[in-house]
Every structure is written in C-alpha cells, then in structure tokens.
Nanobody, 118 residues
Framework: QVQLVESGGGLVQAGGSLRLSCAAP????????MGWYRQAPGKQRELVAT???????NYANSVKGRFTISRDNAKNTVYLQMNSLKPEDTSVYYC????????????WGQGTQVTVSS
C-alpha cells in the first residue's frame, strides 16, 4: 500500500490563493500520472487537474487559467497552485497517483479540505 500525504488545505476568502502538496514515498519508482480530484458534499468526485511523468497537464474547464498543477519527480511530489479561488471551489481535495510499469495501480490520499468564503 502506498501512502500519499497531502497538505496545504484551509480556509481562504474569495479571490485568495492556496497551494496544495501531495507526496508519495521517495522510494517509489514508476509513478505515472499524478493529479487532484475534488468532492463537494452531495456531489460526485470530479477531476481537477492531472500531470504525467513527462509534464503533460490536463485541467477541468472550471479551473483553467486559475489553477496550475506541477510536479517534482525527484521528490515524488505534486502541487496544485490555486489562485482566484471562488466559493464553488469549496471541496475536499484528493491526491491521486497511478503507479506501476507492467501493471498500473491507483492510489488516493486522505483528502484535504479547502473552504472558500464569499
């Protein structure tokens, strides 16, 4: 079992910024894509942003231009810089990692709460 450790959530006013971090153990190799998903109460979990080991990114339309995903492969860490936050960004944010060469396994972090007040 691979543990993903998230940090950086909190309470911020609308228009503010937060930076989330998610670290996988540095002993792990073959981390393919990493990403962030979010889930608000009563809603399904949705993709926020993903990044491949080669740096290719993908964003949900709702966060394009406001959020930036990046990755430090040497530290097995993925970041999510969130700017111009809106109340509708309020959710629990989950880190995700796809790991494996021959067979790929999916792992999730424990989630970190992001609350944006109006």
């Amino acid at each position: 079992q691979v543990q993903l450790v998230e940090s950086g959530g909190g309470l911020v006013q609308a228009g503010g910024s937060l930076r989330l971090s998610c670290a996988a153990p540095e002993s792990i190799f073959s981390i393919n894509a990493m990403g962030w998903y979010r889930q608000a109460p009563g809603k399904q979990r949705e993709l926020v942003a993903t990044i491949t080991s080669g740096g290719r990114t993908n964003y949900a339309n709702s966060v394009k231009g406001r959020f930036t995903i990046s990755r430090d492969n040497a530290k097995n860490t993925v970041y999510l810089q969130m700017n111009s936050l809106k109340p509708e960004d309020t959710s629990v944010y989950y880190c995700n990692a796809l790991i494996g060469r021959i067979r790929e396994y999916e792992y999730w972090g424990q989630g970190t709460q992001v609350t944006v007040s109006s």
